[in-house]
């Protein structure tokens, strides 16, 4: 079994940053790749961002290229979601996915690609 806890969610001004952090544990195995994805009050949920463990390989949403950034620190077993420029659209329950099943990274944004999920972290943007 495997545990993601979020944390680093809060609440800032449009135009603000945060930075979300994601700890994996328990399983000894290596994640192929750890996503991020969110929803927002009466949309369904939607891909964010994901990163690959081996190659670094990264993929993000189309609204969130070029103002947020994910990375890892393989050693830490982390990942984390660095969000600039946030928007009152950016509010949402962002949550962390890892996958152990190896998919191309096109299929990264499907959230059915990933096997376990964190409890979600809130984010919340004010105009």
């Known amino acids: 079994q495997v545990q993601l806890v979020e944390s680093g969610g809060g609440s800032v001004q449009a135009g603000g940053s945060l930075r979300l952090s994601c700890a994996a544990s328990?399983?000894?195995?290596?994640?192929?790749?750890m996503g991020w994805f969110r929803q927002a009050p009466g949309k369904e949920r939607e891909f964010v961002a994901a990163i690959t463990w081996s190659g670094g390989s990264t993929k993000y949403a189309d609204s969130v290229k070029g103002r947020f950034t994910i990375s890892r620190d393989n050693a830490k077993n982390t990942v984390d979601l660095q969000m600039n420029s946030l928007k009152p659209e950016d509010t949402a329950v962002y949550y962390c996915?890892?996958?152990?099943?190896?998919?191309?990274?096109?299929?990264?944004?499907?959230?059915?690609?990933?096997?376990?999920w964190g409890q979600g972290t809130q984010v919340t943007v004010s105009s």
């Open positions: 328990g399983r000894t195995a290596r994640q192929y790749a």
């Open positions: 996915a890892a996958t152990y099943t190896r998919v191309v990274v096109a299929a990264l944004s499907i959230d059915s690609a990933y096997n376990y």
